[in-house]
Each structure stands twice: as structure tokens, then as C-alpha cells.
């Protein structure tokens, strides 16, 4: 009876049956213990059911396959769901304590093995979903309620099916399909047609997961489509002449390269390649900046276009690499790399912030200021050598101070605080001794002032005010003292002089202003004599040494001319008067004119003991500069020679009533000077060499070589990388010395000596 009853059940001629005196049959088959003979019954019925249905498919032609196919599926299933509900007791009952298969999933089972399974059908479902999807691929219309039927049926037999008769082999196809369309973009593509190309495939992946696939094929079909389209070929499309990566950065192509950041994203590994170039282009934008020569000529130029270049670059990094870290470390290496090949960069940058902090800043906002601080120190970042750059600093920040050229303090300070941030305290610590050295000699004027003015109230009998300080300082220092600022002689349209105003008997008439400097902390140029000052300004000088050493027992001052600014008074022709800011060395210039009318180069420089150097850029301004010339030089050449002879320009007019004449700059250092720095800084590299040795032996004990020049270099990189061989030779210089010997055992081992 149950027999018959499933065998109408599948040929859908089921309106005749009773259900529940069907139920019933199967309850007291269970029941009397005849579970097995029903179960299997159900099997042998249901197998020849479908061994007929497998013909019937498999004889079906063209497309009537599918939607024989199909219609056969949905009857099977319909027909196992009241075939279940029959056999519902034996499901629950006997079953489960069998580890048999329920009714419904037997006849997936069977349906899987006895249709799917057979070799005619599966390889025409196979082919059939294989060529739908490779006619969507080429952008053909298919059925896809067809194909998602198809699919369906498989993941609901089982996924094995699914994965071992269908997705293994259409992961094959699709390797083979983007194989052969990656050679053939690469054959008719540039590199963005390329990359969009590959996104609209990738995209049409996912949506056909979506469409009408097993979502646990996304991650796999995916995976093969990048493998072929980006991951095997990432060199010869990021590299294709002309339209690579390589291009899209040198030409701007953010958007571009952006899509190449996107895509290589997905793949494995698929960054480092696009980081790899990327590193490549800045490294190769730095060298072409750091060799060329006009740039070289101009350290401000110099400087400005490195950071054009940086901001171009971080741009780059932001926009199309979103900002990620891997690429922000390449291009910091990158800079690191090309600015540390100029062996100029870190004095370029320093005359860079002074050019800034002199006239650069005025009338800039607090933010176009900031910007600016933060540019500069973002380059410094960069240099290996800081403790060079620091030398130029010092040496550049000593004018400013000294010379008033300084456009903002608070800007002064704001770059000190960066440049301490970046160090540390004991970068910057001799620089801020620079500021207070300022504040220091500012109160010891008062001071000087103050006793002036007791002393002349003494004398007289009178109670006096202390003088008060020149409008206008000049600047000058000295190892330990320096600013001498004269008032002015007048130079008549004759040769006679007067005395400026008499601000103090003692002083001879001269506004005196003194900078006193702490040797240690400024840049005070050795074993350079002072120029032959005019007696007025000796004496001057002369009173406050006595002040000064009166109150300070024990130091020694030496002034430093070379350092110094002046005020004077010139009277032209028609009696015009200007009042002429100038260097000392200047104004000891100036004032000879006041006996003569004409000195040659020889004779100044005997009558004033400058340096010839200077003296030369000291004339080239006075006779030199349009507007500024209060000189004349014959011959009228535009250089300076020893042979030169310089007049009184009695016709000098200027529209100004006080007239700066600054002094030619020397601009970059030349080679020799440069050369000479650079010995300096040696002498001051070695001792802190042999300090981080010593330093690093007496944390360790025992060290062998490569340990020693690791740990040291590690404790120098904040001011400077050192020499391995640098690092050996003061070793060997420390053995001998006995801080530190050899092992005796192994003579590899450094031992510190306690």
C-alpha cells in the first residue's frame, strides 16, 4: 500500500490517496518494529523513480535541457515533502537512533547521486552554468533565473556538489578567462584604462555572487580575478611606459594613482610595489633638487623648493594614498635620503629660517607664520647632520640678535620650542643661553647707565638722571662683551668734524650700547683681533671695562668689532644731513674720510686693522649699493680690488633721513669655508663620540664591536650619525687610555675598565 502510494505520489497522481490512513500504515510499520523495511522500501522506490527521471532529462535537447531540468527538480521536491509528511513518525522514531538520513534530505541524496550524478547531466549543467557566465562576462544578456535555479539546486543538494561540480571548475574558468583578458588590456590599454577596466570587473564579481551564486564563492572568485588582473601583472601595468604609476605621480594624476592605491589594496602584498615607486619618484624629485645647480646658488630657493616638493608629496600621500603610514615612512626615508646627499642642506636650511625670521615673517599672520616654522621644521627633521645645522643657526641667530634683525621674537622662540621638541633641552640649551645672554646684557646697561649718572652727580654736585639709550641700538658682541655703538661725527661739505651729542663726559660724546656674551653658548669666531677703533669710542669702551670688571671679578672681555653696528651723522654737499646706520667696521671707515678725502684699499686697511675680507664687503657696500653709496670707488668696477681707491661722495642724497647700510652678505659659504666648518664640527664631534663609548661600555660592561657602534650611533642620531670607522678609531684611542680594553679570551669583546 505505501509503495503504491509514493510511486503515485511521484508521478503527481496523488489526488486519490488518504494521507492520514497512509500516516497511519507507516506509524504501525514503526511501531512492530518493521522501520528498516520501510526505509528501505522508500529508498528502492524512489531510486527507480529517479533513474527514470535521469533518462527522461538526459534525452531532452537544446534548451528544453534546463527547463526539463528544472521542472523535474521542483517536482522531486514538492513530491519528498508529502512523502515526508507520510513517513513523519519514522523520521522521529526510528531514524535518528539509525543515524539515517531524514526522508526529506534521502531524497537529496538520491536525487544528487542518481540524477545530478549521472555523466551525461552533470556535465551539461556544468557547461551550461560555465557558459552563462562567460557569455555575462563578454556582455552578453543570459537567463540569469536560469542560472540561479541551477545553482540553487546544487548548494540545496549539498554544498560538496556545489563546490566539486561547479565551483571548482568555474574558479578554473575564470583563471583562465582573466589570464587571457589581462594580456589583452595590456596589449590595448594604458595603465588607467587598465586599472578601471579591472574595477568594473571586480565590481561585476560581486554583484554576481549576489546574482545568482553561493556567497561563499565571493571571496574565491574574487581572489582569482585580482590574482589575474592586478596581482601576476602589478609590474607590467604599474609600470607601463608612459601611463604608470610613475607617470600619474610625475604629471599629478592623483585620481589616478588613487584608483592604483585602491585596487592593489585588495591584494595581498599589492602595496608594496605602488609604495616601492612611490618612494622611487620622491627620491628621484629630491636628487634632481639637491644637483641642480641654480638651486645650489640660492639656499633659500634651495629650501623653498624642497618643501614645494613636500607639500606636493604629502598631497599625494594624502589624497591618494589615504594618508596610510607604510607610504609616509617611505617618503620621510625618501627625504632623508636625498636632502642628507647634499652635504649643504643643513647650513642651506639654516640660512633658509634666517632669511625667514629677518624680513620673511613681517606682516605675516600667526598662521602664515606657523606654516612657515613648521615647513622649516619638518626639514630639519630630516637631517642626519643637526648638530651642522645647529653651528650655521648659532652663527645666523648671533646677527639677528645682535644686529636688531630679528622680525619677531615670539617667532624666534616658536622655532626654538620646535627644534627643542625635535633634540631635546641639550640641543637647544647654548640657544636659549643666546636670549638670556641678551636679557643679562640689557640689565647691565641700566646698571651701567645708573653709575654714569651717580658718578657725574658726584662730581657736580648735582643729582643726575642716567642717560637714556640710543633710539635706534646697534649691535655687536664680543667673546665676553661687544655692541659698541657710537653717535655720530658729521662730515661737513669740508674736511672739519664735530662730536655728536656729549651723553656723558666719561664716554667722549658716545651713546655707548654693550652686548655681553657667555663664550660657550654664541659663536664667537677665535683669535680675530679687533679693528683700530677711533679714540672717542676706545675710551668709551675702556669705561665700561672698568664698570664691568668691577662687578665681575674674574672674566675677561674681549670685544668683538666685527660684530658690532654704528650711527653717524654725514653732512653733503649743500649741507644736506643723513643719518647712516652702519657695521663698525663701517663707521671706522667713514670716520677716516673726516681727514682726507681719498683712501686707497691698502691705506684703510692699515688705518682701520680689518680684515681684508670684510673690509672688501664692508667698501662694497658703501660704494657699491645704488642708494647707499656715501663713496665713490675708482676705478668704477663691481668688484672690490686692492688697488681700488675710494672718495668722499659729497653728492649722496637720499630721500630717507636715516639711511641703512647693511653689508654685503657673504651669502652660502664658500667651498674653503665650508671645508673649514666642517673640520670644526669634527673637533666638536669627537669628544662626544668617545662620551657615548664611554657611556655605552659602563651600561653594558662588555660589548662586542658591531654592539658598540649600534648603541652609539643609536645615542648620537638625534645630533648626528657617526662614522663606523670614526667610532673604531676613538675605541682603539680609548683602549690606549685604559678606559676600555680587549678581551682576553676573545679578542672581539670590548671590556670597560671601572
Excluded at 578601471?196 to 581572489?223: I, K, M, N
Excluded at 606636493?312 to 600621500?317: I, R
Excluded at 677665535?526 to 665681575?552: E, I, K, M, Q, S
Amino acid at each position: 500500500m505505501l509503495r503504491d502510494a509514493i510511486c503515485q505520489i511521484n508521478r503527481r497522481d496523488a489526488s486519490g490517496l488518504s494521507f492520514e490512513e497512509l500516516y497511519r500504515n507507516a506509524y504501525n510499520m514503526v511501531l512492530h518494529r518493521h522501520g528498516d523495511k520501510l526505509y528501505r522500501g522508500t529508498v528502492q522506490v524512489t531510486k527507480e523513480h529517479l533513474l527514470g527521471v535521469a533518462v527522461e532529462i538526459a534525452n531532452s535537447r537544446g534548451d528544453t535541457f534546463v527547463v526539463t531540468l528544472e521542472n523535474k527538480w521542483r517536482e522531486h521536491q514538492k513530491s519528498m515533502s508529502m512523502i515526508r509528511d507520510i513517513l513523519m513518525y519514522m523520521d522521529r522514531i526510528y531514524a535518528p537512533p539509525n543515524s539515517l538520513e531524514p526522508v526529506y534530505d534521502l531524497g537529496l541524496s538520491l536525487w544528487r547521486d542518481f540524477v545530478l550524478r549521472d555523466g551525461a547531466i552533470n556535465a551539461r549543467v556544468r557547461d551550461f552554468l560555465l557558459g552563462a557566465i562567460e557569455s555575462e562576462r563578454r556582455g552578453e544578456r543570459v537567463d540569469t533565473g536560469a542560472v540561479r535555479a541551477m545553482t540553487r539546486m546544487l548548494m540545496d543538494v549539498g554544498e560538496d556538489v556545489y563546490v566539486h561540480d561547479f565551483e571548482t571548475h568555474l574558479l578554473r574558468a575564470t583563471t583562465e578567462f582573466y589570464k587571457s583578458e589581462s594580456e589583452a588590456l595590456l596589449a590595448s590599454c594604458d595603465c588607467f584604462a587598465y586599472l578601471r577596466r579591472a574595477e568594473q570587473r571586480l565590481e561585476e564579481e560581486h554583484a554576481r555572487v549576489g546574482s545568482y551564486l553561493c556567497a561563499r564563492t565571493e571571496a574565491f572568485l574574487v581572489r582569482r580575478a585580482e590574482q589575474e588582473l592586478l596581482e601576476r601583472p602589478t609590474r607590467r601595468v604599474l609600470g607601463l611606459p608612459n601611463s604608470g604609476l610613475r607617470a600619474m605621480l610625475a604629471e599629478g594624476r592623483v585620481a589616478q594613482a588613487a584608483l592604483a592605491y585602491k585596487l592593489y589594496a585588495r591584494v595581498e602584498g599589492g602595496l608594496a610595489f605602488v609604495k616601492q615607486v612611490f618612494a622611487e619618484h620622491a627620491l628621484e624629485e629630491g636628487k634632481k633638487l639637491v644637483h641642480d645647480p641654480d638651486l645650489n646658488a640660492d639656499p633659500v630657493r634651495y629650501v623653498e623648493s624642497a618643501l614645494s616638493l613636500k607639500r606636493s608629496l604629502d598631497a599625494t600621500a594624502k589624497e591618494a594614498f589615504r594618508r596610510d603610514r607604510g607610504f609616509l615612512n617611505a617618503l620621510h626615508a625618501a627625504f632623508e635620503t636625498f636632502l642628507n646627499l647634499n652635504s649643504r642642506s643643513p647650513e642651506f636650511l639654516s640660512l633658509y629660517v634666517d632669511d625667514k625670521l629677518r624680513k620673511g615673517l613681517k606682516g605675516a599672520s600667526e598662521e602664515e607664520t606657523e606654516g612657515t616654522l613648521d615647513g622649516a621644521a619638518s626639514l630639519f627633521r630630516f637631517l642626519q647632520e643637526k648638530d651642522v645645522f645647529e653651528r650655521y643657526y648659532k652663527q645666523h641667530l648671533s646677527k639677528r640678535l645682535l644686529f636688531g634683525r630679528s622680525a619677531s621674537d615670539d617667532a624666534e622662540k616658536a622655532f626654538i620650542v620646535r627644534l627643542k621638541t625635535e633634540c631635546g633641552y641639550q640641543y637647544t640649551s647654548k640657544i636659549e643661553g643666546m636670549f638670556n645672554d641678551m636679557r643679562v646684557s640689557r640689565d647691565a646697561m641700566r646698571l651701567f647707565r645708573t653709575h654714569l649718572a651717580r658718578t657725574n652727580a658726584g662730581e657736580s654736585g648735582e643729582r643726575a638722571e642716567p642717560a637714556k639709550p640710543a633710539d635706534a641700538e646697534a649691535a655687536s658682541s664680543g667673546r665676553a662683551a661687544g655692541r659698541p655703538s657710537p653717535s655720530v661725527p658729521e662730515r661737513p661739505s669740508s674736511s672739519s668734524a664735530e662730536c655728536g651729542t656729549l651723553h656723558d663726559s666719561r664716554l667722549g660724546g658716545i651713546d655707548l650700547n654693550v652686548q655681553v656674551l657667555t663664550t660657550g653658548s654664541w659663536p664667537v669666531p677665535a683669535g680675530v683681533a679687533p679693528c683700530a677703533l677711533p679714540p672717542a669710542l676706545a675710551t668709551a669702551c675702556d669705561a665700561y671695562r672698568d664698570f664691568y670688571l668691577a662687578h665681575h671679578s674674574g672674566r675677561k672681555l674681549a670685544w668683538l668689532t666685527s660684530m658690532g653696528t654704528a650711527e653717524v651723522r654725514g653732512v653733503f654737499a649743500g649741507g644736506i644731513k643723513r643719518d647712516l646706520i652702519v657695521s663698525t667696521h663701517q663707521m671706522c671707515v667713514l670716520l677716516l674720510f673726516n681727514d682726507a678725502d681719498a683712501f686707497s684699499f691698502s691705506e684703510i686697511a692699515e688705518a682701520t686693522n680689518v680684515p681684508k675680507d670684510d673690509l672688501r664687503r664692508s667698501l662694497q657696500s658703501l660704494s657699491l649699493v645704488k642708494g647707499r653709496n656715501v663713496l665713490r670707488k675708482d676705478p668704477p668696477t663691481k668688484r672690490v680690488e686692492e688697488s681700488d681707491v675710494f672718495h668722499f661722495n659729497e653728492q649722496f642724497t637720499s630721500k630717507l633721513m636715516r639711511v641703512k647700510i647693511g653689508t654685503v652678505s657673504a651669502g652660502k659659504e664658500s667651498e674653503p669655508a665650508a671645508e673649514k666648518t666642517r673640520a670644526r664640527v669634527d673637533d666638536d664631534r669627537k669628544p662626544q663620540i668617545e662620551a657615548a663609548i664611554v657611556r655605552v661600555m659602563k651600561a653594558r660592561r662588555v660589548l662586542d664591536h658591531n654592539g658598540v657602534v649600534q648603541e652609539v650611533t643609536k645615542q648620537l642620531s638625534a645630533r648626528f650619525i657617526p662614522n663606523p670607522t670614526d667610532i673604531k678609531k676613538h675605541l682603539e684611542n680609548l683602549i690606549e687610555r685604559e678606559f676600555i680594553e680587549r678581551d682576553r679570551n676573545d679578542r672581539k669583546l670590548f671590556v670597560y675598565l671601572a
